[in-house]
Structures are given as C-alpha cells and as structure tokens.
C-alpha cells in the first residue's frame, strides 16, 4: 500500500514489476512500512504482497519499521531485510552491516 488512504497493489501487478525488473536486471527497494495496514472493504481482494515473498531471481531490499504499523509515533525503529537470490548486493550487505556498527556503536 502506498499510505493508509492510498492504494494496494494487486498481486498480478507486483509480479508484473517483478519480471520487468527480472528482464533488465534491475534490483528493487520496497518500502513496506504501510505494509500491514491494509483496510479491506473489497472481500480479501486488497492484500498486501511482501516484493521478497514473490520473488525468487530479483534482488530486493525491503524496508519497513515500527512508528506507521505499531502506532508508536516517533520512534525511529526501522529496518532493512535483504532479498538477495543471485548475491547482487554483496557490496551493500557489507556497506550496510558498516553502517549499522558504526550508528550502534
């Protein structure tokens, strides 16, 4: 979902970006923040698809966190799951693992 007033993706047009991205080799970054807040007044039809749930070739970085989901305004908890079947992102899981020690200590 692009926000909570926004709308849902359908499965058949996620696979569709998938084999667009699949066909010129083009990593994807999904931000599911929104991703479980799907309000559903179309019997079932409206439900969210994680990009990594749907993709076995394409490599994908989704983000998401906890202020949007867990109604817990102003926390800045967040993460990043790496998707990574053909090890496309080697250097951004080292740049990334960097990242975190250094804002952790």
């Known amino acids: ?10 499965e058949s047009n996620l ?7 699949q066909d010129f080799s083009i990593p994807i970054i999904s931000d599911e923040v929104y991703g479980e ?28 966190g906890l202020s949007k989901q867990y109604l817990v305004p102003g926390w800045r908890v ?8 053909i090890n496309a992102f080697i250097k951004v899981r080292t740049a990334l693992q960097k990242l975190s020690t250094l804002l952790l200590g």
Request: charge should be positive.
């Open 1 to 10: 979902p692009s926000n909570p007033c926004g709308s849902v993706a359908t």
């Open 15 to 21: 696979r569709q970006i998938l084999q667009i991205a």
């Open 37 to 64: 807040m799907v309000y559903d007044s179309n019997n079932g039809k409206n439900k969210f698809y994680s990009m990594a749930a749907l993709s076995k070739n394409v490599p994908i970085l989704s983000i998401s």
């Open 78 to 85: 967040g993460w990043i799951v790496i998707h990574d079947p």
